[in-house]
Structure formats: C-alpha cells, structure tokens
C-alpha cells in the first residue's frame, strides 16, 4: 500500500503554491526536490506502486537515480487526483509516447487556473505535435509552458550548478515557474519563444545519436566540433521554418542543450549512437538502455517532415538511413563529407546565394 499522507492546509502552502510532478523518471524526480527544497508542497505522480512505495520508504528512486536522496517533503503517489490536489503548479515529465495518455486522465483534476508545464523533449508521432501543443489541445489553459535546457537530471540532483529555460507566451507562468524552481545550484531563465525552446530540445536528440556513433567509432575532437555545429544549423533551419526565432537556438534551450546531450554519456541518445556505433543494432542499444531515448522516435518524423516542405537536413536524413536503412555509419559519413558544400551560418550567408555562387564558377570554367 503506498504511503500517502493527507497534509493540513498551512499558511506556508498559501504562500507558496503547492507544487504536482506527473511522472516517475529522472528529470521529475530532480524537479520535485529542487521544489520542494523551496517551501512548496510537493506531490509526484509516478504509474508503478511498488516504486512508490520504494520512493516514501526510503527516500530513493532506485529504478532512475539509485544514487540520490529525495528531499523529506516530497511524497509519491499513483492517485492522480490526490497529487493534483490544490496544485497551481504542474510539470508534467511523461515521454512523449504516452504524454497525451497522461494528461487526458489528468485534465479533469486542474484547478482552472493551474499552471501546466512540460519537460518532456519529443513530438508526438501520429500529429507532429510538440507536448505543449497536446495541453493546448486536451485542457484549452490560458497558462501552458515548457521547460527545457542543458538538463541531465543526474549533474542537477548531485547539485551541480545547472541552468534551464522557462517558455511561455503568458508571464504569469514564466515567473511563478521561475519562483519555484530556482535554488543555489538551478536556475531558470525565460523565454516567450515557446515553439522554439521546445523543438530545439525535441530536435538536439537526434544529433546527439549521432555524435554518439562518431565517438564510438573512433572519430576526434574536430570531428564532434563539425557534428554540433552542423547539428545547430539545420535544427535552427528547421524550426524557423516552422515559425521558431533563429535568435532562440543561440541560448541555453538551442545550443546549451545540444552541448551537453552530445558531450555526456549520460545522456540517453548519445548511448544510443554510441552503441550503434560499436556495431550493435538499434533494437540492441534501445534494449540495452532500459529507458525512452526520444531521438529514436524524433528523427523519423523530422526526416519525413522535412522531405515534405524540402528542408535541407543531409545530417538528419544520413542518421535515419544508417538507423533504419542498414547504411554503415563510416559509409554515411563519407558520403556527408562528399556532399554540396554550403554556407558556414545562413543567416548571414544564405545557402541559395552559395549555390548560384558555386554554379556561376563551374559554368565559367568549362572550357569554350
């Protein structure tokens, strides 16, 4: 039976607005403790009773972060609506394949004016919705965020100094979100870029697979040097064609977060790389990391969407062959280096104006 108590409203929760975390894995996890580390009053929805039995006993999410231990105030439970409870702040940390699931069943426990963010880094297959959109969607709330950044969970638990992004159109949810979630060693930022900061950290995924695979298969420093800064190029070509501010990938939620996902072992998409890189199929390297590597998912509906409106993503596109297709990584990576050769940034050079370049050259130098 999970340990759940029922807390007596205080005047502390009035001042601090009690704080509810959807979800049982690492990031949640971190998020409920630096919250309530700050003086709210902390429920974290997790799917799996024994764990949460496991998380109140102990103080120990054995299954994600064995190795730290959960602030005392925060209490774990698999009663949606007793973790929502007088909630005015939401975050909701569900991989994207089972987001919309969750909120479903959540959305008649909001409190009308609850603040709803998402942490969850993915777009949803049959829609190609990111997961603010899925709120928008299933509750209609004037208050929806995203929070995203240079965030593995395991660095801000061990409190290692960390910073994140807070996106939302409504101001009211980016400074109580602030409020709540800053401490000595986390601090948040924001941004009105909503779509921007949530597709840079649905699109840095796939990247950092393929960093991963770089590294394993020997290849150095200039070689991950050229993959992120390629990898910035068409993430911030391809969300501005989709209504993003290339201004928003210069920040912590566009470049910080690529940094660190394609520098990190622990970061789950750059395991993935890695192990495919070492020869192992995608099957076996998805298997072998027991959790959600949301890259997987991403890179096939950035590739389709982007052979839809002729978005030119040679990096993106040479991934999916090699994870889908059976091309060999070294194989793809020849044919990258083989490929037209463009414009360094495009927003001050525009790839169109290097092609014609490139064209009128060849064209003068064929013999008459």
């Not at 994207?96 to 949803?124: H, M, N, Y």
Request: aromatic share 6%; charged share 20%; hydrophobic share 45%.
């Amino acid at each position: 039976m999970a340990v759940e108590h029922q807390p007596q409203v205080t005047t502390d929760d009035i001042r601090v607005p009690p704080v509810a975390v959807l979800g049982g894995g690492s990031f949640g996890t971190a998020l409920a403790s630096i919250a309530s580390s700050g003086g709210a009053r902390v429920r974290q929805w997790m799917r799996d009773s024994a764990l949460v039995d496991h998380v109140n006993t102990h103080r120990i999410n054995h299954r994600y972060l064995p190795e730290f231990r959960i602030h005392p105030d925060v209490v774990a439970s698999t009663d949606l609506a007793w973790v929502l409870d007088q909630a005015r702040l939401v975050l909701i940390a569900i991989p994207s394949g089972g987001f919309r699931q969750v909120v479903r069943q959540a959305a008649p426990f909001f409190a009308a004016d609850a603040i709803l963010v998402s942490t969850t880094k993915g777009i949803e297959t049959d829609s190609f919705l990111l997961m603010s959109q899925i709120l928008e969607q299933e509750t209609g709330s004037a208050h929806i965020g995203v929070l995203s950044g240079p965030n593995l969970a395991a660095e801000i638990a061990q409190g290692h100094l960390s910073a994140s992004v807070i996106a939302s159109n409504d101001e009211q949810t980016r400074s109580r979100v602030q409020a709540a979630l800053s401490c000595d060693h986390f601090r948040v930022y924001a941004s009105n870029d909503r779509y921007g900061v949530e597709m840079g950290g649905a699109l840095k995924n796939i990247y950092a697979i393929a960093v991963g695979m770089a590294a394993a298969l020997g290849m150095g420093e200039n070689t991950r040097s050229m993959l992120i800064t390629r990898a910035l190029a068409e993430m911030s070509r391809f969300a501005v064609a989709q209504g993003a501010s290339p201004m928003t990938f210069l920040g912590l939620a566009g470049v910080g977060d690529l940094i660190v996902t394609c520098s990190s072992n622990l970061s789950r998409n750059y395991r993935v790389g890695y192990a495919m890189g070492e020869g192992r199929t995608l099957e076996e390297a998805t298997e072998a990391l027991g959790q959600v590597a949301e890259g997987v998912n991403t890179v096939s509906l950035v590739v389709k969407r982007a052979s839809e409106e002729n978005i030119y993503m040679p990096l993106a596109t040479g991934l999916y062959r090699v994870m889908f297709e059976g091309v060999a990584p070294r194989d793809m990576a020849t044919a990258l280096m083989r490929s037209e050769q463009s414009s360094d940034v495009e927003f001050t050079l525009p790839r169109e104006d290097t092609r014609r370049a490139q064209q009128q050259t060849a064209a003068r130098d064929i013999p008459s």
